[in-house]
C-alpha cells in the first residue's frame, strides 16, 4: 500500500503547549521505519514537522467565544490540502498530531479527493472520550478542538472566510455517516445535538455491555461495507492508564488492546482511506509519555495491516 504522512506540530485549537512534539515523538520512536520494513508500505513523507509558523496572524481576537479562530482555520485548510493531496493520488493518509482540530482539515480533505475520484461519500469513525462537536455557541471552553464534528457536519456554519468559512459542500461530511466509540466525557449542548440528528455512537457503556467485538460489528454494520472510511483516532479514547499524557484525559476508558481491536477491524474492511492520530502531548505526565507514544504507534500500525499472527 501507499501511504501519504502529514506531520502536524500544531497546538492553536487547545491550551496546553506540547501536543506539537507529538509527530517527531511518535517518529523519534521508529514508526516510518516500521511502516516500511515491517508492513511493506511505500511511505511518501516530506521529512518535516509543520508548525504553520507563517500562518500566524498578526493579531487573533476571540471571534463567537472561539480562541484562535483566524490561526486554526489557515492551518486547518492548508493541512486540509495536503491531505486533498496525497488522497487524490489514491494514497492512504496518515495525519499525525497535533490537537483535534486538525481534523477539520484531515477529514475535508479526504471527503473532498473521494468525491471527486469515486462519487462517493466517505465515513469517519471518531474514537473518542469527547465527541468534539460542539458548536462555538454550545462550547464552554472555546477551545476549536472540541468542535471540528460541528464545523465539518455543518452543524456550525461560518460565512468569514477566515474563520472555517473555507469549509464549503464537497468537504463536509453527512451526520449519518459518523460513528463514535469510547465516549465519557460529553458535554450538554453536545447531547442534544447528538440526539437530535440521530448521529450513532457507541459510549464507554455500550462497550462495557456488548463487548469491543459487538461494537465494532455494529459501528461497521451501520457504515455498510465497501465506504471509503477515515479513521481519527484521539489518545484520550485509551484510559489514562495506558494513555496518560494527553490534555484532556478521561478515566473509564479504552484498554491499550481494545483501541488495538478497532484499528484491526477498520484494517480488515480493507476500506481505510485515512488515519488521524491526535492529542498525545509528550510534555504531560512525562514518566507516562513513553507508553502514551508507544501506545498510538500501535494503533497506528494495527490500522495500516499490522497483524498478530
Ligand atoms: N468538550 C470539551 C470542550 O469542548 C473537551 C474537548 C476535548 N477535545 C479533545 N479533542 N481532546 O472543550
Ligand atoms: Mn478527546
Ligand atoms: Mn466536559
Ligand atoms: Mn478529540
Given at each position: 500500500h501507499d501511504v501519504g504522512v502529514v506531520a502536524v506540530g500544531f497546538s492553536g485549537g487547545q491550551p496546553k503547549p506540547g501536543v506539537d512534539a507529538a509527530p517527531m515523538a511518535l517518529i523519534e520512536a521508529g514508526l516510518i521505519k516500521e511502516l516500511e520494513n515491517d508492513?511493506?508500505?511505500?511511505?511518501?513523507?516530506?521529512?518535516?514537522?509543520?508548525?504553520?509558523?507563517?500562518?500566524?496572524?498578526?493579531?487573533?481576537p476571540e471571534y463567537r467565544g472561539m480562541k484562535r479562530p483566524k490561526f486554526v482555520s489557515a492551518v486547518t485548510k492548508t493541512v486540509s490540502d495536503q491531505v486533498y493531496n496525497y488522497a487524490k493520488d489514491g494514497k492512504l493518509v496518515l495525519t499525525l498530531g497535533g490537537d483535534h482540530s486538525i481534523a477539520m482539515g484531515t477529514i475535508s480533505g479526504t471527503a473532498k479527493a473521494v468525491?471527486?475520484?469515486?462519487?462517493?461519500?466517505?465515513?469517519?469513525?471518531?474514537?473518542d472520550a469527547h465527541a468534539d462537536i460542539n458548536t462555538p455557541e454550545t462550547s464552554d471552553s472555546?477551545?476549536?478542538?472540541?468542535?471540528?464534528?460541528?464545523?465539518?457536519?455543518?452543524?456550525?456554519?461560518?460565512?468569514?472566510e477566515?474563520?472555517?468559512?473555507?469549509?464549503?459542500?464537497?468537504?463536509?461530511?453527512?451526520?449519518?455517516?459518523?460513528?463514535?466509540?469510547?465516549?465519557r466525557d460529553i458535554d450538554r449542548g453536545e447531547k442534544k445535538i447528538l440526539r437530535d440528528h440521530g448521529i450513532?455512537?457507541?459510549?464507554?457503556?455500550?462497550?462495557?455491555?456488548?463487548?469491543?467485538?459487538?461494537?465494532?460489528?455494529?459501528?461497521?454494520?451501520?457504515?455498510?461495507?465497501?465506504?471509503?472510511?477515515?479513521?481519527?483516532?484521539?489518545?484520550?479514547?485509551?484510559?489514562?492508564?495506558w494513555a496518560p499524557s494527553t490534555g484532556t484525559a478521561v478515566r473509564g476508558g479504552l484498554t491499550l488492546r481494545e483501541g488495538d481491536f478497532i484499528a484491526e477491524c477498520v484494517a480488515?474492511?480493507?476500506?481505510?482511506?485515512a488515519l488521524d492520530l491526535v492529542e498525545v502531548n509528550p510534555s504531560l505526565d512525562e514518566v507516562g509519555a513513553s507508553d502514551t507514544i508507544r501506545a498510538g504507534n500501535s494503533i497506528i500500525r494495527c490500522a495500516l495491516g499490522d497483524t498478530l499472527l
Amino acid at each position: 500500500h501507499d501511504v501519504g504522512v502529514v506531520a502536524v506540530g500544531f497546538s492553536g485549537g487547545q491550551p496546553k503547549p506540547g501536543v506539537d512534539a507529538a509527530p517527531m515523538a511518535l517518529i523519534e520512536a521508529g514508526l516510518i521505519k516500521e511502516l516500511e520494513n515491517d508492513l511493506d508500505m511505500k511511505v511518501a513523507f516530506d521529512g518535516q514537522v509543520h508548525n504553520y509558523a507563517e500562518l500566524l496572524p498578526a493579531e487573533d481576537p476571540e471571534y463567537r467565544g472561539m480562541k484562535r479562530p483566524k490561526f486554526v482555520s489557515a492551518v486547518t485548510k492548508t493541512v486540509s490540502d495536503q491531505v486533498y493531496n496525497y488522497a487524490k493520488d489514491g494514497k492512504l493518509v496518515l495525519t499525525l498530531g497535533g490537537d483535534h482540530s486538525i481534523a477539520m482539515g484531515t477529514i475535508s480533505g479526504t471527503a473532498k479527493a473521494v468525491r471527486e475520484r469515486l462519487g462517493r461519500e466517505i465515513a469517519v469513525i471518531w474514537v473518542d472520550a469527547h465527541a468534539d462537536i460542539n458548536t462555538p455557541e454550545t462550547s464552554d471552553s472555546g477551545n476549536i478542538h472540541g468542535m471540528p464534528v460541528s464545523f465539518l457536519t455543518g452543524l456550525a456554519k461560518e460565512d468569514r472566510e477566515d474563520c472555517f468559512g473555507w469549509l464549503k459542500p464537497e468537504h463536509m461530511l453527512s451526520t449519518k455517516k459518523l460513528v463514535y466509540i469510547g465516549l465519557r466525557d460529553i458535554d450538554r449542548g453536545e447531547k442534544k445535538i447528538l440526539r437530535d440528528h440521530g448521529i450513532k455512537a457507541f459510549s464507554m457503556h455500550d462497550v462495557d455491555r456488548h463487548g469491543i467485538g459487538k461494537v465494532m460489528d455494529m459501528a461497521l454494520g451501520w457504515i455498510g461495507s465497501d465506504t471509503p472510511i477515515h479513521l481519527s483516532f484521539d489518545i484520550d479514547a485509551l484510559d489514562p492508564m495506558w494513555a496518560p499524557s494527553t490534555g484532556t484525559a478521561v478515566r473509564g476508558g479504552l484498554t491499550l488492546r481494545e483501541g488495538d481491536f478497532i484499528a484491526e477491524c477498520v484494517a480488515e474492511t480493507g476500506s481505510l482511506i485515512a488515519l488521524d492520530l491526535v492529542e498525545v502531548n509528550p510534555s504531560l505526565d512525562e514518566v507516562g509519555a513513553s507508553d502514551t507514544i508507544r501506545a498510538g504507534n500501535s494503533i497506528i500500525r494495527c490500522a495500516l495491516g499490522d497483524t498478530l499472527l
